[in-house]
């Protein structure tokens, strides 16, 4: 099957906006190492997962189904991006997206009802609540978002939208 990205224009509008959402997502880093309040801390993370989101939809298709994923393999393939990239990963975009559903699971799982939610800190620094009571913590010094009980290390995914927006960058100039 044919696929839209084997016309060298669209290739390259596709090859555009991945160069685009990489330098959202490094903003919304930029902004997070700067940020000065939790609110800034927790829109900068939201707004640095979004843009991952975006650039796997990109590259894997909006439905990561085996047929969209081909059709975007020769987007991938001019890239240079492989299936390990953690940017595949759009698990912890979809945590921010469907929170609803986090706090109904932690209501139905937690009967003390301990709730920590946007904490700005080493998650071992506060004796008490188990892991999975903590909704959104994060670590700014390790650069590690913990979301209930789950750990999501930013730094893999920053170092492979730098490397990814070089590429893109490159591509996109021709």
């Not at 109904?104 to 998650?123: F, H, T």
């Not at 892991?131 to 913590?137: A, I, L, T, V, Y």
Request: hydrophobic fraction near 40%; proline fraction near 6%; include cysteine.
């Amino acid at each position: 099957m044919a696929s839209a990205l084997d016309d060298p224009h669209v290739l390259r509008v596709f090859t555009g906006e991945v160069a685009n959402q990489c330098s959202y997502a490094l903003r919304a880093f930029g902004d997070l190492e700067e940020a000065g309040s939790v609110p800034d801390t927790f829109a900068a993370i939201q707004a640095f997962l979004i843009a991952t989101a975006n650039i796997s939809k990109l590259l894997w298709g909006s439905k990561q189904t085996p047929t969209r994923a081909t059709e975007r393999a020769p987007l991938r393939r001019a890239l240079s991006v492989g299936d390990e990239s953690p940017l595949k990963l759009r698990q912890w975009r979809n945590y921010f997206e469907h929170y609803d559903e986090r706090i109904e699971k932690w209501a139905r799982a937690d009967p003390a009802r301990n709730y920590v939610d946007q904490n700005v800190g080493s998650i071992d620094e506060i004796a008490g609540p188990s892991p999975h009571s903590f909704m959104r913590n994060y670590d700014p010094t390790l650069h590690r978002l913990w979301l209930s009980g789950e750990c999501c290390d930013l730094m893999p995914m920053v170092a492979a939208v730098c490397q990814l927006r070089q590429r893109a960058d490159r591509n996109v100039r021709g």
